[in-house]
């Protein structure tokens, strides 16, 4: 007489369900990175924006300290910072804000006015930066 054997079943094995728990566990910290890192490029633009304006306003206070105000340099600055606050109202995605835009708009004016004046000397660029630092120090209390 013969038997046929059936194929017994058995419980899976204790490693395999500790690699699978870790392998669930690593494909789930990936995929938590991917999320927060999209999550954080949302805000790239604007941080961008505002890293090189203070870049270039630390330029120009950096030489109002040591008094070495080259006109040329300056009205560089002064145009590149015009040039970076054109972007504000799109990296800030703000067009329906009045006040916000209110704001830019005066920093941009400020920036045109500072790079239009004479910058020949260290207390004439002192008097262009006055306003830009007004138009700075305005939006920055009301919406930082």
């Given at each position: 007489?013969s038997k046929?054997?059936a194929?017994?079943r058995?419980s899976?094995p204790?490693i395999?369900g500790?690699?699978l728990?870790?392998?669930?566990?690593g494909?789930?910290a990936?995929a938590a990175?991917m999320?927060?890192?999209?999550i954080?490029l949302?805000h790239?633009?604007?941080?961008?924006?505002?890293?090189?304006?203070?870049t270039?306003?630390s330029a120009?206070?950096?030489?109002l300290?040591?008094?070495?105000?080259d006109?040329?340099?300056?009205?560089?600055?002064?145009?590149r910072?015009a040039?970076?606050a054109d972007?504000?109202?799109p990296a800030?995605?703000?067009?329906?804000?009045?006040?916000?835009?209110?704001?830019a708009?005066?920093?941009?004016?400020?920036?045109?006015?500072?790079?239009d004046?004479?910058?020949?000397?260290?207390?004439?660029l002192?008097?262009?930066?006055?306003p830009?630092?007004h138009?700075c120090?305005t939006c920055?209390?009301?919406f930082?």
């Open positions: 007489m046929t054997l194929p017994q058995r899976m204790a395999a500790v690699v728990l870790l392998l669930g566990l494909i789930g990936a990175t999320v927060v890192r999209t954080n949302r790239a633009y604007p941080r961008a924006v505002m890293t090189l304006m203070n270039h306003a120009l206070k950096r030489d300290y040591r008094h070495q105000c006109a040329a340099r300056s009205r560089q600055h002064l145009q910072m040039a970076l972007n504000i109202e800030f995605g703000t067009s329906g804000n009045k006040p916000f835009m209110k704001d708009h005066q920093l941009q004016q400020a920036l045109v006015q500072a790079g004046a004479p910058l020949d000397r260290c207390r004439d002192a008097a262009a930066l006055q830009v630092r138009a120090d920055h209390q009301q930082r």
